[in-house]
C-alpha cells in the first residue's frame, strides 16, 4: 500500500522527504535563498554607504551588476542541478493555484510597500526641508534603491509563499 | 488558512486496485505526484475536474472516493 519503504533512518527519511518535494517546490525555496544571500549583503551596503553619504553612481552600479550576475549565476546553475535531480512535470493546478496565490500576495506587498514608500520620502524631505539631507530623500539613486528593494521585497514573499504553499498542500 | 473540510478514500483504493502507485494515479488523473500526495493527506481540496479524473482512474463513481465532512460513507448528508 505504501509507495516506499518505512524510514529506517534519518538519511533514509531526507531521501524520502527529497523524493516527495517537487521540482517546482525546491525551485521556489532555492530561489528565495539565493534572492536573500545576493540581496541582504548588496542592501546592507548600499544602507551603510547611504548613511555615510558616500553613495555615488560608479560605485553602485558595480556592486548592483554584481549582484545581479551573482543572482542569475547562482540560479541557473543550481536550477540544471535541480533539473537533472529531479523530474520536472507540466504545471497541474495545484502550481498553478499556488503560483497565483504568490503573485496576488506579492503584489499587495508590493503595492502595500509601495504607498509607504513614497510617504517616508515626502516625510523625509519635509522633515529636513531646507536642510542638505532633504535632497538625499529625493536624489535619484537613493530613489532607485528604494524602488528596487520593494521589487525584491516583493519577489522575496512569492518564492516564501510558493515555498509554504507546497509544504502546506496549497 | 481553512482546513479542506473534504475525506478521501484514495489510499484504500489504491491498495484495493493492485496496490497502485500514487505514480501511477498521478499519470492517470494527469497531475503530478506531490498533488496526489496532497489530496490523499486531505491538504489540498482537488477541482471537481480532478476529483472526476481520480474517481475514474478507479472506476467508481465520486461519492466513494470523496466524502464532504459530516457526511456519511454512504452519500447521505
Request: aromatic share 12%; net charge positive; proline share 4%.
Amino acid at each position: 500500500m505504501n509507495d516506499t519503504k518505512p524510514p529506517q533512518s534519518m538519511a533514509d527519511r531526507a531521501v524520502q522527504a527529497f523524493s516527495n518535494t517537487s521540482y517546482r517546490e525546491l525551485g521556489a525555496w532555492v530561489s528565495l535563498i539565493v534572492t536573500c544571500f545576493v540581496y541582504v549583503p548588496y542592501f546592507s551596503w548600499v544602507v551603510r554607504r547611504f548613511l555615510e553619504n558616500r553613495l555615488e553612481a560608479g560605485d553602485l552600479l558595480g556592486v548592483f551588476l554584481g549582484a545581479v550576475f551573482s543572482q542569475i549565476f547562482f540560479l541557473v546553475g543550481v536550477h540544471i542541478g535541480l533539473a537533472i535531480l529531479l523530474k520536472d512535470e507540466p504545471r497541474d493546478e495545484r502550481d498553478r493555484l499556488i503560483e497565483a496565490k504568490s503573485s496576488h500576495l506579492a503584489y499587495n506587498i508590493l503595492s502595500i510597500a509601495s504607498v509607504i514608500a513614497a510617504v517616508w520620502i515626502v516625510i523625509g524631505s519635509v522633515r529636513f526641508a531646507g536642510a542638505p539631507e532633504a535632497m538625499r530623500f529625493l536624489h535619484p539613486i537613493f530613489l532607485s534603491q528604494v524602488f528596487l528593494f520593494l521589487c525584491i521585497l516583493a519577489e522575496t514573499a512569492k518564492y516564501l509563499t510558493q515555498g509554504i504553499c507546497y509544504r502546506r498542500g496549497s | 488558512m481553512k482546513h479542506p473540510t473534504i475525506r478521501n478514500q484514495i489510499r484504500r483504493l489504491r491498495f484495493e486496485a493492485g496496490e497502485m502507485t500514487q505514480q501511477s494515479l498521478a499519470d492517470a488523473a494527469g497531475v503530478t505526484r506531490q498533488t496526489i500526495i496532497a489530496v490523499e493527506a486531505a491538504k489540498y481540496s482537488p477541482s471537481l475536474e480532478l476529483a472526476f479524473r481520480i474517481a475514474a482512474a478507479f472506476k467508481k463513481p465520486l461519492s466513494e472516493v470523496f466524502q464532504y465532512e459530516g457526511e456519511g460513507k454512504d452519500g447521505v448528508i
